[in-house]
Structure formats: structure tokens, C-alpha cells
């Protein structure tokens, strides 16, 4: 099922993100899967640059992104995951979009 664009909503993650970010990752190969203690980290110590997508409450998106210390004008992308659902929409593109137009993305 695909969400209509009025369904998805962008937002910053947060520590309870950790396991479902484990999950939606462990059920998109060939993506590797980390630890839920990573994904956690993912979700809190890189949350001002990564973005989670949601419909109805569940993950469908994310992508963990972060700062490089002393290279200001660059953003490292770490890992873009879309659930199977979701695929084909330009969501990737529309959460990039949403990561470099944060303050913490600002060089």
C-alpha cells in the first residue's frame, strides 16, 4: 500500500526509533544490519541531522546522516532505508531534502 503524501509525516527521531529502525532495516536487503544499540546511537547522538518518516505511527523511512567534525560544509550520509511499500515514490529524495534544510546542515 502506498501513502499518499499527506500521510507521511518527516520528523526528527528519537531514542524510541532504536528497535523499529533495527527492524525496518533487517527487512530491507541486502542492507547491513547493525546492533539496536547502534541504530539507537543513530537516533539520538545523529538526530539533528537524520530524519524518520512515519505513516500511522510505523517507520517507513529513515535515513542516519552526520556532521564529519572540522568539514562544516559536508553532510556523511551513513544509511537511506524505504519500507518495500514505500519504494518508487521519491521518498529517499524528499528526506535528503528534509535533512539539508535543518540549521544543524547549515555551513
Not at 40 to 60: D, M, Y
Request: proline letters at 6%; a neutral charge; glycine letters at 6%.
Amino acid at each position: 500500500m502506498h501513502a499518499d503524501a499527506a500521510t507521511l509525516r518527516f520528523r526528527q527521531p528519537t531514542a524510541e526509533d532504536g528497535y523499529a529502525l533495527n527492524q525496518l532495516v533487517a527487512a530491507s536487503p541486502p542492507l547491513d544490519t547493525n546492533s539496536v544499540y547502534c541504530n539507537l546511537l543513530q537516533c539520538t547522538h545523529f538526530a539533528a541531522t537524520s530524519v524518520a518518516v512515519e505513516e500511522n505511527g510505523q517507520l517507513v523511512g529513515f535515513i542516519s546522516a552526520h556532521r564529519p567534525p572540522e568539514k562544516n560544509d559536508t553532510v556523511f550520509v551513513w544509511q537511506v532505508v524505504v519500507d518495500k511499500s514505500q519504494r518508487g515514490r521519491g521518498l529517499a529524495k524528499r528526506m535528503l531534502k528534509e535533512i539539508v534544510k535543518r540549521p544543524a546542515c547549515e555551513g
